[in-house]
């Protein structure tokens, strides 16, 4: 049974990303597509990893800290569903577990008023 996993929905499909199952960390992720009500498998992540934070920005996953069943991590990694693979992030500053995420695109907008 995966326990402790992280999840996010982008577009009608769920993620499901690592966790744990019987103590043993998971580096596993699946999609789960809400109109044809079928699972995919997806590349794995390059950590097992639960307890940590996952959040989507501009149609990637990001995956951050949590716990590899040893120790709290400082890890993070962005998943690109387009080419099916995961990319190594600078490590956090700290190790994080059961931490938050969110993302913010910011931007810009110049006006002239006349």
Request: charged letters at 20%.
């Amino acid at each position: 049974m995966r326990k402790k996993i992280s999840s996010d929905i982008e577009c009608g499909v769920c993620f499901t990303v690592g966790g744990y199952d019987r103590g043993e960390c998971l580096n596993s992720v699946e999609s789960f597509d809400l109109t044809t009500n079928t699972w995919c498998p997806l590349k794995p992540m390059l950590f097992a990893r639960g307890r940590f934070a996952v959040a989507e920005m501009h149609g990637r996953l990001y995956a951050c800290g949590g716990s590899n069943g040893q120790m709290d991590l400082c890890s993070a990694e962005c998943y690109d569903p387009n080419t099916d693979s995961w990319m190594l992030l600078p490590d956090m500053t700290i190790p994080r577990s059961y931490a938050g995420l969110f993302l913010v695109f910011l931007f810009s907008v110049c006006s002239t008023l006349i």
